[in-house]
């Protein structure tokens, strides 16, 4: 699914561009479990799944000052029905280089039990920041829709 990016200084003719997708993993187990992939509707809380983030910077921002940015990466959780509590979930860090134009990807690796039962909005979050900084330069998201944990 295409990330939405919003560029906060206009950097010179420069572009982020890319997508997320979310897996459930199989389990190893006789019989392995239907694995609708990418982005399943349901996913079972004992098993572990995953978040992988690829994107592209280009431009003559990236070409000169790459490395002096960061990306963040994460997921944010909102939990629905009587009791609604977010999960608290890993993000990853990508260090930025010093291209004309270079594809970035990462993945966030999601444990068994790390998500109670439940159905959940998914949103995939990418914020890019100078290394020395927290101000965000370009940021971007996904709605990724609605999943159900659930124990199988």
């Given at each position: ?9 206009g ?82 860090t ?14 966030i ?8 039962e ?35």
């Amino acid at each position: 699914m295409p990330l939405t990016i919003e560029n906060a200084i206009g950097f010179l003719s420069s572009s982020v561009s890319g997508d997320v997708q979310y897996f459930e993993l199989p389990t190893g187990v006789y019989p392995d479990p239907v694995i609708t992939s990418p982005n399943p509707a349901s996913i079972q809380v004992d098993q572990k799944w995953q978040v992988k983030f690829k994107f592209t910077a280009s431009g003559i921002f990236f070409k000169f000052f790459g490395a002096a940015v960061k990306w963040d990466c994460d997921i944010l959780m909102e939990q629905f029905g009587p009791d609604d509590n977010p999960a608290t979930l890993p993000s990853i860090t990508i260090p930025g280089v010093n291209a004309l134009s270079n594809t970035f990807s990462g993945t966030i690796n999601l444990n068994p039990g790390d998500v109670p039962e439940g159905v959940y909005r998914l949103v995939a979050r990418l914020c890019m920041r100078p290394n020395s900084s927290s101000t965000i330069l370009a940021t971007g998201f996904i709605d990724l829709g609605m999943v159900q944990f659930y124990k199988g």
